[in-house]
């Protein structure tokens, strides 16, 4: 089982940065992919939650209307979209594998169940 993020770097604050979650060695049917963020001294948050199967997101509210999870990703990649980026969105940001009865059982509030698998993360560094 695998995740693996990319796309992430250096954008100045206002600025829009895509990362993809490319993952493999597992059936997308039954899970959902989630982004979370951590940065020091922060608890990790839950960011955005997707089901490519009957398409059901889940945005935070600190970041609806400036992120999205795209449908253009390819087969097995689920993406974030993230513009007007601030210097607060500064993290490591991770993308992470959640069994969709879990996501079905949690709702909007998915963030607290603990996923399954986990990407090693990318850091997303925003400059003012």
């Known amino acids: 089982v695998q995740l693996v993020e990319s796309g992430g770097g250096l954008v100045q604050a206002g600025g829009s940065l895509r990362l993809d979650c490319a993952v493999s060695?597992?059936?997308?049917?039954?899970?959902?992919i989630a982004w979370f963020r951590q940065s020091p001294g922060k608890e990790r948050e839950g960011v955005s939650c997707?089901?490519?199967?009957?398409?059901?997101?889940y945005v935070v509210d600190s970041v609806k209307g400036r992120f999205s999870t795209p449908s253009d990703a390819a087969k097995n990649t689920v993406a974030l979209q993230m513009n007007n980026l601030e210097p607060g969105d500064t993290a490591v940001y991770a993308c992470?594998?959640?069994?969709?009865?879990?996501?079905?059982?949690?709702?909007?509030?998915?963030?607290?169940?603990?996923?399954?698998?986990w990407g090693q993360g990318t850091q997303v560094t925003v400059s003012s």
């Open positions: 060695g597992f059936n997308l049917e039954n899970y959902a």
């Open positions: 997707l089901n490519k199967n009957d398409g059901t997101t």
């Open positions: 992470a594998a959640m069994h969709v009865g879990a996501l079905r059982t949690f709702g909007r509030e998915w963030y607290l169940e603990s996923p399954d698998y």
